[in-house]
Each structure stands twice: as C-alpha cells, then as structure tokens.
C-alpha cells in the first residue's frame, strides 16, 4: 500500500486567520484523493489517503492526484505559508508526522517509489531518504511507445482485451463503475490514439511480465460484474473469455452459458469446441469448461439442443445416449434428471418421468440448487396432466410460478403460466387461462423469447374462440399471420373456423388445409346443412387421420392448434377421431331424419357411442358436447322423450360441471350464452324443463 500524507504549514494561524481558504485547502486535497482512487483519512493534522499499488494504472492515479493539489497550492500560494506532501510505501504514521515538520516545502517521494515514478516526474534533491520532486510530466505525456510506463502497457493491454467484449464507448463507464478515475480511462485512451498504437497480446505480456495477469483478472472482473447485473446473458462464447482469462466461471454460470446456447439455437461455437478431439488444446471444450464438468455439460447441450430446436426424431436420437454414470455435481444431475423427465413426457412414460422429477425436486430443495425447482415442478405438474390430476397440475404449476417470481426466471414464467392457463382450461376455469395467459406472453416479452409468445397469443385467441367471442378470436388468428414462427396454414384453418361460427355464409376457405382444417371442413358443411358433404368429409378423415403421440414440450408445438393443451391428455389421433365421429353421427341423423331411414340412426348411434365411452375424465372439454350430439341424435331419429330427456340432463350437467369452476361471474355468463355449442344445450335444457 502506498500512502499519500499531505501536511500544511502554520494550518492552526491559518484557520483562525483565513478558515474559507483552510477548508478550500482541506476539501479540495481530501475530493483529489478520493477522485484518484485513495482511501482518505485524517491523521491529526495530517490528511493522509492510502492507495492500492496492485490496481490497474495505479501510477497514472497518484500523477493525476499530483496534478491537481498542485494546481489547487499554486492558486493559493500567495494565502498560505507552505505545504508538504510525502509519498511512501507501507510507513509509520508518526515517522511520516516527523518528516512532514521537519522537510522543507515539498512533493517528497520514497526513493524506489521514485524511480518506479520516474516517467512522470523529474526528481532533485535526497533528505532523509526521499527524493524532492521538481517537476511533473504532464504536458500531453511525452513518452515514445518504447519508452511509455508500465501502467501505460497495463491500460492499452486491458482496452485490447475488452475490445473482444465491450463497443468502446461504453469502457467510460465499465471502469467508473469498477471504481477507477475516468480521467485515467480518458486520458490514456486519447494517448493511445493519438500515436494509433498497436501491439500483440504477446508483446502486451512480455512488456508486462507478472503484471499481465492481475489485468486479466480486472478484466474477467468486469464481464462476471455485468454478468451479475443481466446486462449480458451467460453464452459459450463469454466462458471461453473467461478462460483465456485465466478465470474459471464456477459450475452454475457455465451451466446458465450451455443452456442459453443450447435452447437460443447459437452453437456454433460451442459445437465446434466440443467436437475438437486435440487433447493438447487450450481451446476444446474439456479445456474451457473443466474436464470433470465436460462430459455431463455435453450431455446437457445436446439434449437441450434437441428439446428445444429439435424434431421427434432427433430429440429420440439425443436420449439414445445414456447420461455420464459420474454425474456427482448435484447441480448439473438435477438439471440432466428435468430433461430425461421432460423426454419422457413427450412419449408418454408418466412413471419414469415422475421418478426423475422427484429425484430433482428433492435435490432443489437445498438452496444451492433451488433455480433448478421451477421447471422439475412444471415438468412434474405435466405428469400429473397426464394421469388426469388436473387439481394435482395446478397446485403445482402454482409451487412453481412462485419459485420462478422469486428468481424472476422470465423463460419459467412463460412456460409456467401457459401451461397453467392449458391446465386451467382443461379443468374448465376459462377465466383463471385467461389470467395466466396474459402473464405469460408479457413474460415471454420480458424474456424476449418471440418463439413461445407467438404461441401463447394463439392459444389466447383461442380461449376467446370457446367463450364464443369469434369475430375477435378471427383478429387474434389474423394478428399472427406474418408471424415467421408458425405456419400460415394453421393460422388460415384456424380463421377459417372462426368464420364459420360467426355465421359467416361463405366462409373463406384456404387454399391449404392444415390438418386441423380437414376437421373445420366438417364443420362448415354441418352448420351449412350440407349433411351429405359433411358425412363425406368424416368418412374420408377418419380413415386418414395423421398425427404423432409424441408431444412437445420445450418449444411451441405448431403440428396443432390444439397441441400442448389437450392433446396432453390424449393423443391427436384419438382427439381428432372423437371430433370427426360426432360429426359424422349428426350429419348421419340428419341425413336419416330426412330420407326417414333408421339405418342412418344405428350407424349414427354407432358412431357417437365411443365418443361417450371414451369421455368419463373430467378433462375432456369436449364431454358435454359429445352427450348433447347423442341428443341431438336420438331427437332426430324420433327415440322417446324420456331417452332425449337423459342424454339432455347429462349434457347440461357436464356443463354446468365445467361452467362451475370458472370463477368470474362475466366470463362464466359468457361461455354459457355465447359460446355456439354451449347455447344450444342451455335451451335445450330449457324446453326439458331443467333450468
């Protein structure tokens, strides 16, 4: 440490004599050592300021401090009677009082911090072993790039460093804010300009010797500082920075950098480090992250490469791979346990998937590993999706928003909260989607994850489509049209819906269906009354129905508009089969009500039939329509009114099952009265007297 004492002569006569001069005196020798870097304390009469000898430009800091108390004693030479100013490394406070009384009139530095000085400064006389400084060199910094000091050559090597991080405007702030004087930053970087210097990281380093790495450790200083502010996310990129600075950046921020590479699509870098077999490399990725990180990081980019950016197959072929059997770093096995869980979900193995999200969430219990916890319980509320505890899911899909609110995980937020709101639909609170809809496309905003909030405003132009607000469910659809990430087909088979249950007579039909579509044909020839073109349609569609039981879970599902909601709970085949049998069942009763053939009723009876059977979970959004089409059917083929009178009274109770749990009073009005389906099993249960 060196300290800077400042000592003025006859201070007690001039206090007394002159006190606005003494504090002038007083606060503009304190505010030049603070502003330098120093550490400022009072000594008696002595205004002493310590400063760090390891901090970068640390010379540059006491001429800039010798500058300005210059200045501020040749302004008032003529109200004072002299001053003393002694610099020394690691000495005795009363020593220093001694020597300050007893030397002449004068800047006196320690004879080796002088000749470390001695770029700045031209020295003169020896007293009592300290040298008497004459004159500073501060006009413009003379010195040729041969000649320049060694905190010169730790300030270009820093900027040149940075320059691989940082747009140069903003090193004005990232060394203020790193508690350097900024007129050191400015007026180094304007020497270095002017001369348009330019030196290799090795001639930095010879020049420096072992001071090179206390500026690398500024430097890696300042990335992990804004790192932990967010003002940069964690990448591949900036840990193999890190590295090359000779910092390792500890288990969990190189886990963040391997998931946000992985699940933003930008791997390039990282791919080609892992991927790079020369054992001898500084630069593999073994290297980089530490070989006892490696093989599990790996294992992790890969999976999350697949979950979020992969097809079916290829997210199969990541999980082909068994994990490390050494996973010891709880950190990264409770983040390996979510994914294998999350692959699990998408293929239907409920019991494998919750033991792995058990294992996970038992580990995020302790704290070092708690941001873990709210994806291990939005993974296992899926599960609970799956085997149809949709009061389970939500429970914990609420554990999980609060844990995800209290790390403020925006991405966590978003997933949560979207599958909140599909749970929250499936379990029939319409009005608690809608809630959690609306706090995930803000947090997907937040997250600025474009991808996933496109996804959630389709499924919230889709709540609004079954409260029977169509013509605004057609705006939301149309909204996302020029959306890069889905398809335009899917959006126009969806608007083509909405037209068809505002009344539309002629409908705009897209020039391609998506498959979805196929199922909206159906519809509008029914609600057209064109039963035979109708019937036509199911018959072909049910015999051609395509589609995966696989779902996705890490990133937005466009292979269906009804994906990630409920086909959780069933299959597309079977979800769209059921649709496509009611439809065919109505149109058949139609078609025999009106050739008055009951042949057209028992194959229409044969079709409704494992719709009913197939509907007794209390998720099936459909049920109440599917009793209210065997109504429907047994009113057409003339059956007698105590039949039609039971199947009513169960569709309007699988309504009023639904409805019930929806807790606004406005949007329960709604999905009862405005909703096409809805409304028609509200008078029907009028005319049989239920209500």
Not at 66 to 94: H, P, W
Not at 317 to 326: M, N, T, V
Request: glycine fraction near 4%; proline fraction near 2%.
């Amino acid at each position: 440490m060196l300290k800077i004492n400042f000592f003025l002569r006859y201070q007690s006569q001039l206090r007394l004599t002159r006190e606005s001069v003494f504090k002038k005196i007083e606060m503009g020798i304190i505010n030049a050592m603070e502003v330098s870097g120093g550490v400022v304390r009072s000594e008696k009469k002595i205004i002493q300021a310590v400063f760090d000898e390891s901090k970068l430009g640390f010379d540059l800091a006491v001429l800039i401090f010798l500058e300005k108390a210059i200045a501020l004693m040749e302004e008032l030479a003529r109200d004072t009677f002299g001053y003393c100013i002694v610099i020394r490394q690691n000495s005795d406070d009363e020593d220093t009082m001694r020597l300050c009384t007893s030397l002449h009139s004068g800047i006196w530095f320690d004879a080796d911090y002088a000749e470390q000085f001695q770029a700045f400064a031209v020295f003169g006389a020896d007293a009592a072993g300290l040298k008497k400084l004459i004159s500073l060199k501060s006009n413009d910094w003379p010195w040729s790039a041969e000649t320049f000091p060694g905190s010169l050559w730790e300030l270009f090597y820093c900027f040149e460093l940075m320059k691989k991080f940082y747009p140069e405007r903003s090193f004005q702030s990232l060394f203020t804010s790193a508690g350097m004087n900024s007129e050191i930053v400015s007026r180094s970087r304007n020497f270095f300009m002017a001369r348009a210097l330019s030196f290799s990281e090795e001639e930095c380093i010879n020049a420096l010797g072992k001071r090179a790495s206390p500026v690398r450790t500024f430097v890696a200083s300042l990335i992990l500082a804004s790192l932990n502010k967010k003002e940069v996310k964690p990448s591949y990129h900036i840990i193999a920075a890190l590295h090359r600075l000779e910092c390792d950046a500890g288990d969990e921020l190189i886990l963040n950098a391997v998931l946000n590479d992985a699940r933003s699509g930008n791997c390039e870098e990282m791919q080609m480090a892992i991927n790079d077999r020369n054992l001898f490399s500084k630069e593999n990725f073994a290297s980089v992250v530490g070989k006892e990180r490696a093989k599990d990081l790996a294992y992790i980019f890969y999976t999350n490469k697949a979950l979020y950016h992969g097809s079916e197959s290829e997210i199969r072929a990541a999980f082909l791979e068994p994990p490390p059997e050494s996973n010891t770093n709880l950190l990264y096995r409770t983040q390996i346990l979510a994914d294998i869980a999350s692959y699990h979900i998408s293929t239907g193995n409920n019991e494998e998937a919750g033991k792995s999200l058990k294992e996970a969430m038992l580990i995020a219990q302790e704290p070092a590993y708690e941001k873990e916890m709210p994806q291990a319980q939005r993974l296992y509320a899926l599960v609970n999706i799956r085997n149809f505890r949709l009061r389970d899911a939500i429970d914990y899909l609420n554990f999980a928003i609060e844990k995800a609110e209290k790390l403020n995980n925006s991405h966590e937020i978003g997933l949560i909260s979207y599958y909140s709101a599909a749970t929250n639909y499936l379990y029939g609170n319409i009005s608690g989607a809608k809630r959690s809809i609306t706090t995930a496309i803000e947090a997907a905003r937040l997250a600025g994850k474009d991808d996933w909030a496109t996804r959630f405003k389709f499924f919230e132009a889709r709540l609004l489509f079954e409260t029977g607000f169509y013509a605004e469910s057609y705006d939301g659809f149309q909204a996302l049209k020029d959306t890069d990430a889905v398809q335009s087909d899917l959006i126009d088979s969806w608007s083509y819906r909405s037209e068809i249950y505002m009344g539309k007579i002629y409908p705009r039909v897209p020039g391609t269906l998506h498959n979805d579509g196929y199922l909206f044909q159906i519809e509008d020839a029914y609600f057209h009354k064109s039963y035979e073109e109708a019937f036509n349609y199911s018959e072909n569609l049910i015999h051609n129905i395509t589609g995966s039981e696989f779902s996705l879970i890490e990133q937005p599902d466009w292979r269906s508009g009804f994906a990630q909601c409920e086909l959780l709970v069933q299959p597309y085949n079977r979800f769209i089969y059921n649709m496509v049998s009611a439809y065919r069942a109505l149109s058949l009763a139609k078609i025999g009500k009106a050739n008055n053939d009951a042949a057209y009723f028992e194959k229409a009876n044969d079709s409704i039939r494992p719709c009913l059977k197939n509907n007794v979970q209390t998720s099936d959004v459909l049920d109440a329509f599917f009793y209210f089409a065997n109504y429907c059917i047994l009113k057409d083929s003339g059956a007698p009114e105590v039949d039609a009178n039971t199947a009513i009274s169960i569709a309007f109770k699988r309504l009023q099952g639904r409805s019930s749990r929806i807790d606004d009073s406005e949007t329960k009005r709604r999905f009862s009265n405005q909703n096409y389906w809805n409304k028609q099993i509200w008078e029907a249960a009028r005319k049989h007297k239920l209500v």
